[in-house]
Structure formats: C-alpha cells, structure tokens
C-alpha cells in the first residue's frame, strides 16, 4: 500500500483512495467544505509523488506548477508526501478598505492586497479569516480599473465566514488564498457574438466584472444580462448596471424575480445559435437556464458555468 506522509507523519492507504478522506481519517486538520473542487479549501502542496487528479483544470497552471492540488479531487497512487495550504505562511495580506452592505443581506467588501495580485475578470479567490475559517468567493472587480478587489457576500443563511465579515473594519487583515480559474471569463474571439450573462442571487458578483471587461474591449454583438433575484429588492446592482446600460446600446438588462422566471425562461427559445452564455449561481438556477438555453439551440460548449454549492456534510 502507498504510504502518505504529512510532516512527521506516515501512515500507509489503499490505492485510489481520496486524498483528503485519508487525510481527515489520520487526523489531520485540513479545512474542507463542497468536495466538489468549486471552493478550494482543501489544497495541499505535494513535495513528493503525484495523486491522480480528478479535476487538473481546476487550479491555474502556474498554481500546479508549483505543486498544489485539491486534496478533495486526488486519489492516492503511489507514495506521497503533502504539506496542506497555511495561510499565514502560504497565503498573501490583504486589508480591508470598505464594508458596506447593499442590501438587507449583501455585504461588498472591498480589499487591497499587500502585494499586487494578478487576476482576470471572473475568478475567484479563497479568503481566510484571522481565525482561519476559510471561504471562496468570486472577484466583481475589473483589474485594471478597480484600485481594490471586491466580493459581494451572501448573508442571508448563517456561516462561520459571515459572521466574521459582519465584524470587519477598514484596517482589518484578512489573508488571499490561491485564486482559481473558474469557468467565467471574457474571450476576445467573442466580440460579434450574443453574449448572455445570466446570475441568480450574488452569482451576478462575476458576471458584473465580466460584463464590464467585455465594454472595456468594446464588445460588437448584442449583450443580455438577466439578475435573478427572490424578490425586488434584492437587485443590489441594479443602479449601476442600468447606468451601464443607458451608456452603451448594446446592453439590455433584465432584473427579475423567482416569480417572473418561468417567462423569462420561456422567452429563451428566442436565443441565436452562435450565442456566448455565461451563467452563475445557485445549481438548479443555473442547471434549469442551461437546459432551456440548450433546447433553444446553443450548443453546450458555449454555455459556461459557475455554480454556488452549499457545504458538503
């Protein structure tokens, strides 16, 4: 059986076992929450061997090249050696610049890293609280443009991260985790095409950065971006994308609610076939607009997706 060591400890597994079953089973701390490699908690560093991984796309290359894996994707193969992710020594600074709630329930926070930070509009970034609770969140700022990086946090269901984000203070340290690739991006090769950007709930965080990216590039075809929220008032960007929208002819924004999602589903066999969909959110949100995407005839490499997954137990 392969041996796993993890400092100064070794003990042996069964081939193809998961790396961070096997790991929490010898007793080792690894924070962890979807298990679907969407929220990055697990990483490890591997110092010697490779685990087969279930989900290579997951990380950046460049985060790969220097060893991380997500323990939750892995399985054990052959003899391995890890060091799991510390975020006070592999982690980067950042200070929080602003809190501000836009909504009952939406926090935006807003951080300047200590160190500049190198990202694209869409992706998202693992944040470590002081007490090292650790949660992923996507980036709605535009690099380049926004002096900070923002995340717009979910409240409205209690979590150990947002408990503390309700305590936070300009000043306050929080540290950056690896950022992950992500499925939502902007693509140059895009420019004539529909391009559908469609988020329920702060799945809209993403898809704002990535709208703004693609008028910074100066988009060509026609741009539709739908926010679903549960109820009018939880449109927290509406201001600012309406005024998107007045400043370029291209962009029609459509805010609704779970009640008018039925039409505006319906109203998706209207879709063109070369159509660019870019969706983000709460899983059966986004697995049902797929769907209906997919029926009106746009194939599904170009439907890309992020979904929200609760923790997994």
Known sequence: MPELRVGTQCFSVTVG??????????????????????????????????????????????????????????????????????PKRDGREARVLACDWLTDDVLRLRLEPLQPLRYRAGQHLLLWSAEGIARPYSLASLPGEDPWLEFHLDCRHAGAFCSTARRLQPGDVLRLGQLSAGAL???????????????????????????REALRQEHQGPIRLIHLAHDKAAHYLAEPLMQLAEQHAQLRVELITAAELPEALAELRLVARRSQALLC???????????RLYLAGVPRNQVLADLFLPPAC
């Open 17 to 86: 076992r998961n790396l961070l079953d096997a790991l929490l089973q010898a007793g080792i701390e690894l924070p962890h929450s979807c298990r679907a490699g969407s929220c990055h908690a697990c990483q490890v560093r591997c110092l010697a061997g490779t685990p087969q991984d279930a989900r290579p796309d997951a990380l950046t290359p460049a985060v790969r090249e220097q060893g991380w894996r997500l323990a939750c994707q892995c399985q054990v193969v052959e003899d391995l050696e890890v060091v799991p992710f510390d």
């Open 185 to 211: 991006h902007y693509d140059a090769d895009w420019q004539a095409r529909t391009l559908w950007l469609i988020g329920s709930g702060t799945g809209l965080a993403p898809l704002y950065g990535v709208l």
């Open 281 to 291: 959110g709460q899983p059966e949100r986004v697995e049902d607009i797929a769907r």
